[in-house]
C-alpha cells in the first residue's frame, strides 16, 4: 500500500491505527448502526440516496446502476484528479470486482476468492481472507482465477471461492462464520467467479462451467440462508439427461425445447455466472443464464430447439425458487451468447406512462427493456453491429436470424464476436441524463467448425469444436482464404466490414438509439473495463491503456485520462470518507484474456501485471507504475531425444488441455517455451501431482498420465529450439 501522507508509515503504532479509526467510528457512519462493520439492511438500501458518500452494494444501490449521487468531483475540477493511495493485492491475474464501501472500511474479493477489508481513507488492510483452495480447484475455470465482488450484508460479507465453497465471513474481523460447498458434481468442471446476491432472507450464487470439457456443465442457481447457509432452494436452468427425474416443474415444460435422444454427456450449459438482481418490492430475483452446451446445435439434437432455458433471463420468487417469468434472448443458442450482463433496475417514462423495468445490454448486440412485474418485452434494438440476426420481432420476441447465423456449411462471418458486444465489464445507468453507458466491442467473429473446416480438431477444451477467429483488421476476403477458402461476405448492409475497436456508447434506452459515443481502444483489445457516471456530470471508465478517462455524462466531451500503468478492466467505484470523494478501481489483467498474448494495446504488454486497487482524489499526485515487463531470453535447450511421432502427440496433447491457459508470447501465465531446464525436468510433479496449485497451476491427473507429459514436454522442448533460433539465430 502506497499513500501519499507515507511518513508515518515508519512509526511502530501505524500498524494499530486502521482498528483504532474503525473502532472509533469512521466518517460517513450512521450514529446508530446495528454493527460496527458492513451494517446494511433493506431499509439501509432504500435510503441509499441519502447517504451518497457509501458504496453499499456491488451497483452501489438495488438499482445496479453503477451511478453515485456524489458531485465534489465534477466536470469542472475533474482535471485535478490524481493518485490518493493504492493497495497490492498480491496476484498477478485478472481483477474484475469492484469495491463495496460501507461505513468507512473498504470490502472487495480478488483472485481465488480472497477477501480484503481496508481502511477506505488510507488503504490500510483490516484483515485479509485466503479461502484456502490451492490444490482442490483442479483444473482453470473460464475464465482465469478471477473474481467478481462480494455481498455486505448485516454485518457479514459473503464470498463464493473459485472451487464452489460459498463463505459467510464476520465483517469486523474476516473470521469464518460458515462455508458450504455449492457445487454438485465435482467430476464435472464446475467453478465459482461471480458475485452472490442478497434476495430477502437468502444469499444467492450461481457458477460457471458451461464452456468447459466435451459437453459444459449443467446450469443452477442456489439460495442458502443468510444466518445459517442451509439450503432453501436450488433452479436448474436446464434439464437433466434424458429420462432423468425432473428436479422441479419447470424442467418438465424445457424439457419439451430439448431433443430427447440427445447425447447425455452434454450437459446442456445455461450456467449463472454474473449477473444478478433482485426487486424486494415484487421479491423477484431476477438470473441471467449462459450459452448452450456444446455450441454447435447438431450436438445437442436431431434438429435445432430452443433449449430452455439457456441464453436467457429469469425471473424467480426470491422465497421459493419457483419461476415467474422467463425471456429468452437467444433460442438455441449455437453462438456463445450469453444472457448473463449486469441487470440495471430502473423507472423509465415511455409515452407519458411510468414503466418499472428490467434492462440489458445482452452479448448478442441487442438492448432489452423488459416489464420487471411480467417479463414483457417493451422494447430490443441492437446497440451495436449485428449481422447475425435483422432485428427482434417484438410480437414474438424472437430474433429474425439472417444467413450469417448458419456455419455449419462453412466458415461464416458475424458480428458480434463470441466475445459479445458487451460482457461482464457493468454498464451504468444515470437518471440524471437518462442514458445508459455501454462498454461496447465492436469485433466480428468468424465461426468455424473446428472439426470439418478447421483440421482434424476433434476436442478443444473450453472450446468443443466450434471456435471463434476474431480478425484484428477489417475484414478482407482475399486474407482469409488461403485458410478457410471463399468466405461469404454479410454485414446486412453490403458495404465493407468497420474495423475492431472498443467504444464507450450513451444509448437512450427509451429513444432506443445512440446519444454519443468515444472510441476508447483500436484494434483487438476488446479489454476495456467497465463504467461509473456520477451527478457530477461525469462518465468514468478505465481502458486497456491503463488510463482512467472521464467524460461529461451529458455530451460525452473528454476531460481527463490519468495514467496508472495498469490495465484497467473492472468497473470504478466512488464513495467519501471525512468529506472526501474517491475514485477507486481495481486493476489486473487477465479473465478470457488468458486465452491469447497480451496485444500491444494494453498496457499489460508494457508493465508487470502487478494486481491492486488504486483509489484517487482531487489534487492528489501522479500513479505509481509498475516495474517494466521483461521477457527473459531463452536459455539453450538440450538436445531433444523424442521421436516425430511423439512430439506430434505432445503438440495435440497441448492444444487440446493446456493452450487455453499457456499461449506462446507475452502472457499473463508462463510462455513454456521459455521454462528453466530446472521446471522442466518437473513438470510431471507439478502437471500430474499438482505441485503448483497454489500459483494457479492445477492438477491433471484425471485427463492425462506420465507418457502423456512426457510427450507434452518433448514437443514443448522442440518449440523451444525453434525459439532459441528465432532470438540467436543459431544452428541446431
Not at 68 to 92: C, K, M, R
Not at 296 to 312: E, I, T
Not at 668 to 689: F, G, M, Y
Request: charged share 20%; net charge neutral.
Amino acid at each position: 500500500m502506497r499513500n501519499l501522507s507515507c511518513a508515518i508509515a515508519r512509526r511502530s503504532w501505524y500498524r494499530l491505527l486502521p482498528t483504532l479509526i474503525a473502532l472509533a467510528g469512521m466518517a460517513g457512519a450512521r450514529a446508530d448502526p446495528p454493527q460496527s462493520f458492513g451494517w446494511v439492511d433493506e431499509a439501509r438500501l432504500k435510503a441509499a440516496a441519502s447517504e451518497p458518500q457509501h458504496w453499499l452494494t456491488l451497483g452501489r444501490d438495488r438499482s445496479g446502476a453503477y451511478f453515485s449521487p456524489l458531485s465534489d468531483i465534477n466536470e469542472h475540477n475533474v482535471q485535478q484528479l490524481g493518485f490518493a493511495w493504492d493497495y497490492d493485492l498480491g496476484t498477478y491475474r485478472g481483477q474484475e470486482a469492484s469495491p463495496i464501501v460501507v461505513d468507512g472500511v473498504m470490502y472487495t474479493s480478488g483472485t481465488w476468492g480472497y477477501v480484503y477489508a481496508l481502511n477506505a481513507a488510507t488503504g490500510q488492510q483490516l484483515w485479509k481472507f485466503d479461502p484456502k483452495v490451492h490444490g482442490q480447484s483442479g483444473r482453470y475455470p473460464c475464465c482465469d482465477l478471477l473474481n467478481r465482488g462480494v455481498a455486505v450484508w448485516e454485518g457479514r460479507v459473503y464470498v463464493a471461492a473459485v472451487d464452489g465453497r460459498l463463505f459467510a465471513l464476520d465483517a469486523g474481523t474476516g473470521a469464518r462464520i460458515w462455508d458450504v460447498d455449492t457445487i454438485v458434481d465435482h467430476s464435472q468442471q464446475y467453478s465459482s467467479t461471480g458475485a452472490p446476491q442478497i434476495a430477502g432472507h437468502a444469499v444467492v450464487i450461481g457458477n460457471g462451467g458451461g464452456d468447459m470439457g466435451v459437453g459444459g456443465v449443467r446450469g443452477y442457481v442456489s439460495a442458502y440462508d443468510l444466518k445459517s447457509g442451509e439450503l432453501k432452494w436450488r433452479f436448474f436452468t436446464v434439464p437433466g439427461a434424458p429420462g432423468a427425474p425432473f428436479e422441479h416443474p419447470e424442467l418438465e415444460a424445457a424439457a419439451k425445447t430439448w431433443d430427447p435422444q440427445r447425447n447425455p454427456d452434454y450437459h446442456g450449459g445455461g450456467t449463472v455466472w454474473d449477473g444478478m438482481a433482485y426487486d424486494p418490492d415484487l421479491n423477484l430475483l431476477f438470473v441471467g443464464t449462459g450459452n448452450s452446451a456444446p455450441y454447435d446445435s447438431r450436438q445437442r439434437g436431431r434438429k435445432p430447439q430452443d433449449n430452455l432455458y439457456v441464453a436467457s433471463i429469469l425471473a424467480l420468487n426470491a422465497d421459493t425458487g419457483r419461476l415467474a417469468w422467463y425471456y429468452q434472448a437467444t433460442p438455441g443458442d449455437s453462438w456463445d451468447y450469453d444472457a448473463v450482463q449486469k441487470f440495471v433496475l430502473a423507472t423509465l417514462t415511455i409515452d407519458g406512462k411510468a414503466h418499472k423495468v428490467l434492462m440489458q445490454a445482452n452479448k448478442n448486440g441487442f438492448f432489452y427493456v423488459l416489464d420487471r412485474a411480467t417479463g414483457k418485452l417493451v422494447s430490443a434494438r441492437n446497440f451495436a453491429t449485428v449481422t447475425w440476426a435483422s432485428h427482434v420481432d417484438l410480437k414474438t420476441g424472437r430474433p429474425v436470424l439472417t444467413p450469417a447465423a448458419e456455419y455449419h456449411h462453412g466458415p461464416q462471418l458475424a458480428w458480434p464476436s463470441v466475445l459479445g458486444a458487451h460482457t461482464w465489464p457493468p454498464m451504468s445507468f444515470s437518471p440524471l441524463t437518462g442514458l445508459v453507458y455501454i462498454p461496447v466491442n465492436e469485433a466480428p467473429n468468424i465461426f468455424v467448425d473446428l472439426a470439418r473446416n478447421g483440421g482434424s480438431v476433434d476436442f478443444l477444451d473450453g472450446f468443443f469444436t466450434i471456435d471463434g477467429i476474431i480478425p484484428d483488421k477489417a475484414y478482407d476476403p482475399k486474407s482469409l482464404e488461403s485458410i478457410f477458402g471463399k468466405l461469404p461476405v454479410y454485414d446486412g448492409k453490403g458495404r465493407r466490414a468497420p474495423k475492431v475497436y472498443n467504444v464507450l456508447r450513451a444509448w437512450d434506452p427509451v429513444a432506443k438509439k445512440t446519444v454519443w459515443e468515444r472510441r476508447t481502444s483500436e484494434g483487438y483489445s476488446v479489454w476495456d473495463g467497465g463504467v461509473l457516471s456520477t451527478a457530477g456530470n461525469l462518465v468514468f471508465e478505465g481502458l486497456a491503456s491503463g488510463e482512467l478517462c472521464a467524460s461529461t455524462a451529458d455530451h460525452g466531451k473528454p476531460l481527463t485520462c490519468v495514467a496508472t500503468g495498469s490495465h484497467l478492466g473492472a468497473a470504478p467505484i466512488t464513495y467519501a470518507v471525512n468529506g472526501v470523494q474517491y475514485v477507486a478501481i481495481q486493476a489486473g489483467y487477465g479473465g478470457v484474456a488468458i486465452y491469447a498474448p497480451i496485444p500491444p494495446t494494453t498496457v499489460a504488454s508494457k508493465y508487470l501485471n502487478e494486481n491492486r486497487i488504486i483509489v484517487f482524489r482531487l489534487g492528489g499526485g501522479e500513479v505509481p507504475k509498475p516495474p517494466e515487463r521483461v521477457e527473459p531470453p531463452v536459455a539453450l535447450p538440450p538436445q531433444n531425444p523424442a521421436s516425430a511421432s511423439v512430439i506430434h502427440e505432445g503438440e495435440r496433447l497441448f492444444i487440446t488441455y493446456c493452450s487455453r491457459c499457456h499461449v506462446f508470447g507475452p502472457s499473463i501465465t508462463p510462455d513454456l517455451r521459455r521454462i528453466d531446464p530446472a521446471v522442466r525436468a518437473r513438470l510431471k510433479n507439478i502437471v500430474i501431482e499438482g505441485e503448483r496449485a497454489p500459483n494457479g497451476m492445477g492438477r491433471f491427473s484425471d485427463v492425462l498420465n506420465e507418457s502423456n507429459v512426457n510427450a507434452i514436454s518433448a514437443y514443448l522442448l522442440e518449440q523451444s529450439w525453434q525459439l532459441y533460433r528465432d532470438e540467436n539465430g543459431a544452428a541446431r
